[in-house]
């Protein structure tokens, strides 16, 4: 459905990092053509200021809506599932409340990763649990029964690994590093952790 989608907008979108990449533009060229429609980068920001991400949502929302306006129709590209901690969410709640139409179409969110690991995230009645690794009360968190997946961790991974130390799980915890990239990268126990792993790392600790 969302190669439909993009063969039939005539505008594609798709985030953009501080250094002018589009990840989920150059997965998509993989799958798909985009020759001979504009192609709209939105930048985003990363700062824990809201009042920063509030102007970053604000001034895409009017770049695609330009296009809007004039009767084309914009796809949003998203990397995993467009319902999980996806910048799309904002813009969508702006340009509901300016009278446009939106849809959302699913994806596959990155903590399906534990399909490398070659576990079940969960069976039975396990429950599941998303945290985001960069803020909140993480060790309670780690403290629920049933599979926790850290997502997010960001600049604050250094912190998630240490709430799983303490916690007593560091060695139970694995790390999928830029799933399904080229240099995606595999991690069984904190102590085989690198570093910094980057921005796409996702830490699953089954119950």
């Not at 953009?16 to 429609?37: F, P, Y």
Request: charged share 20%; proline share 7%; hydrophobic share 45%.
């Amino acid at each position: 459905k969302a190669l439909r989608v993009l063969e039939a907008c005539s505008v594609i979108a798709a985030p953009q990092t501080g250094s002018g990449d589009t990840l989920a533009m150059d997965i998509v060229r993989q799958a798909v053509s985009l020759e001979g429609k504009p192609l709209l980068p939105l930048p985003f920001t990363m700062a824990q200021d809201p009042a920063l991400r509030q102007e970053a949502h604000q001034r895409a929302a009017w770049e695609i809506e330009n296009f809007l306006a004039a009767g084309r129709d914009v796809a949003m590209l998203n990397l995993g599932d467009v319902s999980i901690y996806a910048t799309y969410g904002y813009l969508q709640k702006l340009l509901k409340a300016r009278g446009y139409q939106t849809e959302m179409i699913p994806g596959v969110s990155s903590f399906c990763a534990a399909a490398r690991l070659g576990v079940d995230l969960v069976q039975g009645d396990e429950p599941l649990h998303l945290i985001p690794g960069h803020s909140g009360p993480v060790e309670e968190a780690l403290a629920l029964p049933g599979t926790k997946v850290l997502m997010k961790s960001g600049r604050q991974f250094p912190k998630a690994v240490r709430a799983l130390e303490r916690a007593g799980l560091a060695e139970r915890a694995s790390l999928v590093r830029n799933c399904g990239l080229p240099d995606e990268a595999v991690f069984h126990g904190a102590s085989q952790f690198p570093e910094a792993p980057g921005y796409f790392a996702t830490i699953i600790v089954k119950g």
